[in-house]
């Protein structure tokens, strides 16, 4: 679970009530973009016939740039989620953090979700007894990536979804 019960209206855009403005939206997209294919080797190592999760990281950027609608995003992260469910480790999380960085344009609090899966990615991949360490590094990684523009946001969700994302984000 990576969702709160409550949705947080800083991730809701203003068309639709919130306070999310497009920009931001398509600034949350890419930078769950980024996150992911940093650990998409760990997938593609895995099952190198596999393109979902690189279509699904695709996708998610296309729909940033204006060129695909939401819907077409939000169906190829479901793909390269259930390129997921078969597998087990690193790879499994390397696909789900493709999976939610492309639903980002359907709802942008999954931004979260492809952070803390490309962690849990990195923790697994590494070797025995520095895991923790693994994904402290990932985690420093990816907020070295974000935009000014959303870094405080980010950073005040990480704070706030820490617990339901697996302490990820203690880094």
Partial sequence: MILPKDRDPRFITIRRGGT???DDHQLLALWA???AEHVLHLFESAQPSDLRPRQAIAQARAWARGEIRMSQSRAAGGHAMAAAR?????ARHAAYAAGQAAVVAHVAAHELGAAAYA?????????????ENSGR???????DQLPDAIRELVLDDQRLRNDICWSAFDC
Wanted: charged share 30%; net charge negative.
């Fill in 137 to 143: 590094l990932e985690c420093r990684w990816q907020r």
């Fill in 119 to 131: 962690i849990k990615a990195a923790r697994a991949a590494a070797p025995e007894g520095e895991g």
């Fill in 86 to 90: 078969e597998l087990s480790g690193a």
């Fill in 20 to 22: 999310l403005t497009d």
């Fill in 33 to 35: 973009a980024t996150c």
